[in-house]
């Protein structure tokens, strides 16, 4: 059984800082590209940032400089470390992995987690 489960979010102000983790379990970690997602009420889900399988990383415009996305596949966990946060940054964050390896592929997400960023 597949599971992504995310966790550290919660209620920060603007400014400050917040690390979300998500840890897998029932895929093999290594092989998979993982990556935050965030939807806003009333928006469309989008990209926050992707790392491959090779460490290659990439974010949304919006967070360049502000977020970090890293794995440990000793510990089958990626992280999104979120500074200077806006109240834009608002959302659930949703963590999503993804595999191609020839004609095998496959997708899965977590449940989500809420990011509230208010004063």
């Known amino acids: 059984q597949v599971q992504l489960v995310e966790s550290g979010g919660g209620l920060v102000q603007p400014g400050g800082s917040l690390r979300l983790y998500c840890a897998a379990s029932?895929?093999?970690?290594?092989?998979?590209?993982m990556g935050w997602y965030r939807q806003a009420p009333g928006m469309q889900r989008e990209l926050v940032a992707r790392?491959?399988?090779?460490?290659?990383?990439n974010y949304v415009d919006s967070v360049k400089g502000r977020f970090t996305i890293s794995r440990d596949n000793a510990k089958n966990t990626v992280y999104l470390q979120m500074n200077s946060l806006k109240p834009e940054d608002t959302a659930v964050y949703y963590c999503?992995?993804?595999?191609?390896?020839?004609?095998?592929?496959?997708?899965?997400w977590g449940q989500g987690i809420q990011v509230t960023v208010s004063a």
């Open positions: 790392i491959t399988v090779g460490s290659t990383t």
């Open positions: 029932g895929i093999i970690f290594s092989a998979n590209d």
């Open positions: 999503n992995s993804q595999m191609k390896i020839g004609f095998i592929s496959s997708e899965y």
